[in-house]
C-alpha cells in the first residue's frame, strides 16, 4: 500500500521479484566504473524491514530503500513529509561512505556507517533521520529529520565503537565497545526513544532522547546480538545469557508479575532468561524480537527457542498458546528427524553386515532390531518431554525440569494425583495461585465458549430438521 514491497504499490500474498534491482547500478561508483560493474547482476548483502519501510545494502555499501520514505515537499522550502515510494531509490547522503549495518522502525532508520571511504574496524559512525516524536533518533529533540544526521555520542572521534543496531516501533537499540580498552569482551547497550513499557530498560517507563547505556546489564560481558520488538528489547551475550525488558508480552516473564491495579507486569530493567537448562544457551548466534514474542538461535545454529505471545504459531512449538519461558522451536520437523535417524540406521546396519560373518547375522539382526525400538523410544520420549516442557511452562510459567517431578512418583513410581494437587496448593505462594487461577480461569472459559457454540449448532439443526418435517407434510 505504501510502496514498502519495492513494486507497483498493489499487496501481494506471494513473494514477487524487486526487478529493479536487476536494472540498477550502485549510486557509489564512478561512471565508467559503474558500466563495467553493471554488466553483472547486483548484488544484495542485507535486507531490513521496518513498520512501514524497507530496506537494502548492496554489495559496494550502497543504501537503498522504499516505502513510505522521508523526501522533500515541493514547493516548500526546508519541508518534508513521507511518501509513498514504490521502487527502491538510493540513499545519496552516504555516497563516498560504505553503509555496514542498518535497522529500521515504524518510520525511523538508522544506519553505521564507515568515517571514511573504506570500513576499518572500528571507524564505525551513526547515523539517524526520519520520524522522531519519541526521541528515537537520539539526536537531543523530538524534530524529525530528512537527511541522516550523526547521533554525536557515536561520532569519529567517540570512544565509542559502535557495532551493532536494532530499532522497535519508537525506540532504537545499539550496541558498543571502548576503542581504547585492551578488554574486547566488554560492551554495553545503548537504547533511546520512547519508554512507556520500560523497552529502555532504565528503571523507569520515561523516554529518553539521547542515547543512554542500560546500567544494569552485566559489564564485564560481551554482547554479541540485540533486538527490538514493537516495545520490548533483548539482547543475548557471548556466554550464552539472554536479558529482556519492556512489555512483558514479549519477555516470558509472567511469573514474576501479579498484574493487579495499574501493573502492566512491564519489565523496567533488565532480567535474564532462564531456559530448561539454567540461565544460559549455548552456542548462541543471534536474537530476533517479533511484535510481542522472542527467538533464540542457539547452539551454533542447530536449536531455536522461542518465549512470549504464541498466536498464529509464532513460536514455532507446535502450539498458539503463550510461552512464559523458552521453549524449544520444533525444528527441523520431526519428520526429517526420524528420515535421518532412518537413513543413520541404514548405514550402521550395513556396516555391522560386512564386517561380521555369517554366523553371526541372527544377532546382528536382533542387535539392529533392538538398536531401531530403542531410537523410536527416544523419538517418543522427546516428543513428550516437548509436550511437558510446554504445558508445564503454559500451567507454571517455568520449564518443566526433574525437581518438578512429585516425589511420589519417584519414588514409588505410584502418583496420587490428588494428594499431590493438594500439596502443590498449599507450597504455592501468592505469585502461582494467581497464575494458576488466570490459567483455569482461560481455560474454563474457552470450554464454556465452546459447549455454547455446540449447543447452537444443536438447536439449528433440530430447527433445520423440524421445518424440514413441516415442509413435507
Known amino acids: 500500500m505504501d510502496g514498502q514491497l519495492g513494486n507497483s504499490g498493489e499487496n501481494s500474498v506471494v513473494p514477487s521479484l524487486i526487478d529493479q534491482f536487476l536494472e540498477l547500478g550502485s549510486p557509489h561508483l564512478p561512471t565508467d566504473e559503474l558500466e563495467t560493474k553493471n554488466k553483472a547482476p547486483h548484488k544484495v548483502c542485507v535486507v531490513k524491514a521496518g513498520g512501514m519501510i524497507s530496506l537494502a545494502i548492496d554489495n559496494h555499501g550502497a543504501l537503498w530503500m522504499w516505502g ?73 529533540d523530538r524534530e524529525g529529520r530528512l537527511h541522516p544526521q550523526i547521533i554525536e555520542t557515536f561520532n569519529k572521534d ?46 523507569t517507563t520515561e523516554s529518553a532522547q539521547v542515547p543512554q547505556p542500560v546500567k544494569e546489564l552485566p559489564q564485564s560481558v560481551y554482547l554479541v546480538s540485540v533486538d527490538c520488538g514493537l516495545f520490548h528489547t533483548s539482547v543475548v551475550s557471548s556466554a550464552g545469557e539472554v536479558w529482556s525488558w519492556g512489555m512483558e508480552k514479549g519477555l516470558g516473564l509472567c511469573p514474576n508479575a501479579s498484574f493487579t491495579g495499574t501493573d502492566a507486569g512491564d519489565a523496567l530493567s533488565p532480567l535474564l532468561i532462564s531456559g530448561s537448562h539454567g540461565p544460559k544457551f549455548q552456542g548462541p548466534i543471534q536474537v530476533a524480537c517479533g511484535a510481542a514474542h522472542t527467538i533464540l538461535v542457539a547452539h551454533d545454529g542447530y536449536n531455536l527457542w522461542s518465549w512470549g505471545r504464541g498466536r498464529s504459531g509464532v513460536l514455532g512449538n507446535g502450539g498458539t498458546i503463550d510461552c512464559f519461558a523458552p521453549s524449544v522451536v520444533l525444528w527441523p520437523p520431526l519428520k526429517e528427524d526420524f528420515k535421518q535417524e532412518e537413513l543413520k540406521s541404514a548405514t550402521k546396519a550395513e556396516n555391522i553386515e560386512k564386517k561380521c560373518s555369517e554366523g553371526d547375522t541372527e544377532t546382528n539382526e536382533r542387535l539392529a532390531s533392538a538398536m531401531e525400538e530403542m531410537k523410536l523410544l527416544q523419538s517418543k520420549l522427546s516428543i513428550v518431554e516437548r509436550y511437558a516442557s510446554i504445558l508445564h511452562g503454559s500451567i507454571f510459567g517455568k520449564p518443566f525440569e526433574e525437581q518438578d517431578i512429585p516425589i511420589s512418583l519417584r519414588n514409588s513410581g505410584t502418583f496420587d494425583i490428588a494428594r499431590e494437587w493438594e500439596n502443590m496448593l498449599e507450597s504455592a505462594d501468592r505469585s502461582k495461585l494467581l497464575r494458576l487461577e488466570s490459567f483455569y480461569r482461560s481455560m474454563f472459559s474457552g470450554v464454556k465458549d465452546k459447549l455454547m457454540e455446540k449447543r447452537i449448532q444443536e438447536i439449528i439443526k433440530e430447527c433445520l430438521r423440524s421445518d424440514s418435517t413441516t415442509t413435507g407434510n
Open 68 to 140: 513510505n520514505c522521508p523526501q522533500q515537499s515541493s514547493g516548500s522550502e526546508g519541508g518534508w513529509s513521507f511518501v509513498s515510494t514504490f521502487t527502491p531509490i538510493p540513499v545519496q547522503d552516504f555516497y563516498g561512505h560504505i553503509v555496514v549495518k542498518v535497522a529500521c522502525g515504524n518510520e525511523h532508520v538508522v544506519a553505521l556507517v564507515s568515517a571514511g571511504k573504506t570500513h576499518q574496524g572500528d571507524d564505525l559512525v551513526c547515523y539517524s533521520w526520519g520520524n522522531n516524536t519519541r526521541g528515537q533518533l537520539g539526536l537531543g
Open 158 to 203: 567517540s570512544p565509542w565503537a559502535v557495532y551493532g543496531v536494532a530499532c522497535g516501533a519508537f525506540h532504537t537499540a545499539l550496541l558498543a565497545h571502548r576503542k581504547s580498552s585492551n578488554n574486547t569482551l566488554e560492551s554495553i547497550c545503548w537504547t533511546f526513544g520512547l519508554g512507556d513499557n520500560g523497552q529502555l530498560g532504565h528503571g
